[in-house]
């Protein structure tokens, strides 16, 4: 087991319980949904200082249009019906000479690009010198030793729920897609990081989807505990487990917790992707659509010698296609 430890009133040191432990990966999950806010609206805390793989996001974010390093994730295109006009001169026949209607025709509005930040900087196995921002683990009942294997203990222990919890959980740091504010994973604060997809029409309105990032969860689970660590000398409990304000140089959540939750989310895990089938689950991050106007309504006219229809977009809009931004974990 490397559940970190936490000082047992006076007699000694105790592994934290699963309820001290929802806390902590809460804590983790909300720093690094304030990451991904800043990106996005420049509010909240900006991930400086290494924790942005290539200085411009945070891994695991997404953006509208192509970011240099990061990986395409799909691409949705927004069309629009259009008027059309037929014309035919007149021919002195003694009647009218109008042509046939032209029908309405279609063009492209825009196509939407998507990539995700699938970089990270890499993780050595431990963390050597920097043992004063991991913690402590029973290796036996009369042993302690610094968690210091990233790829077990931090993602074993604390990590991987946080991954879990984000996927199929409160999805408190992950993103969801939708016309207004999303109500999945309990009630909390979701924030509009802008436009994700606009579906125009020619007459009928234009539909604006918006890609929202989970930040927060109205009832904070669990209990506030902190684990110890070692500092050289002696054992003492961790600084804190709620970093609030800009980015801290030493920190046991900015300094071990971020960076291994990092590492995890551009190795393999929160992976998302814009697709046309619907996913099952947790993986639906919610749907857009294209629509377009298939009414048209015909005007005449007649400007000597040349007569004149206008085929105009008209009624209610159908949808062309559907895409979904799916998330895999």
């Not at 998507?114 to 042993?143: C, E, H, I, M, W």
């Not at 979701?190 to 125009?200: I, K, L, P, R």
């Amino acid at each position: 087991m490397a559940r970190p430890l936490k000082i047992n009133g006076t007699s000694g040191l105790k592994q934290m319980t699963d309820g001290e432990l929802d806390r902590l990966q809460y804590n983790i999950r909300t720093r690094y949904a304030s990451f991904l806010q800043y990106y996005h609206t420049s509010t909240g805390v900006n991930a400086a200082n290494g924790q942005t793989a290539s200085g411009n996001g945070p891994a695991g974010a997404l953006n509208v249009g192509a970011v240099s390093g990061w990986t395409s994730i799909g691409s949705a295109t927004d069309t629009i019906s259009t008027q059309q006009t037929a014309t035919n001169p007149r021919n002195n026949s003694g009647g009218d000479d109008y042509p046939a209607s032209p029908g309405i025709g279609s063009n492209t509005v825009t196509t939407y690009n998507y990539y995700q930040n699938r970089s990270a900087t890499a993780l050595g196995s431990s963390f050597s010198a920097n043992d004063q921002y991991s913690y402590l683990k029973f290796v036996s009942p009369a042993t302690l030793r610094t968690a210091s294997d990233y790829a077990t203990d931090f993602f074993d222990e604390i990590i991987t729920q946080c991954i879990t919890d984000m996927f199929s959980g409160d999805e408190v740091g992950s993103y969801r897609v939708s016309t207004s504010a999303p109500s999945s994973g309990g009630a909390g604060t979701w924030v509009d990081c802008g436009t994700f997809h606009n579906d125009t029409t020619y007459s009928a309105g234009t539909t604006t989807h918006k890609l929202w990032v989970k930040t927060a969860l109205t009832s904070i689970p669990g209990t506030d505990v902190k684990p110890v660590m070692w500092n050289g000398t002696l054992i003492k409990e961790v600084g804190s487990i709620a970093e609030t304000g800009s980015w801290q140089a030493t920190s046991f959540m900015d300094q071990s917790l971020i960076p291994a939750l990092l590492f995890k989310v551009a190795a393999s895990n929160l992976q998302y992707s814009i697709v046309t089938s619907a996913p099952s689950g947790s993986s639906n991050r919610g749907s857009f659509t294209d629509t377009r106007q298939t009414g048209s309504t015909d005007t005449q006219s007649f400007s000597d010698p040349t007569y004149t229809v206008v085929s105009t977009p008209s009624g209610g809009a159908s949808t062309q296609a559907t895409n979904y931004l799916s998330l895999a974990n």
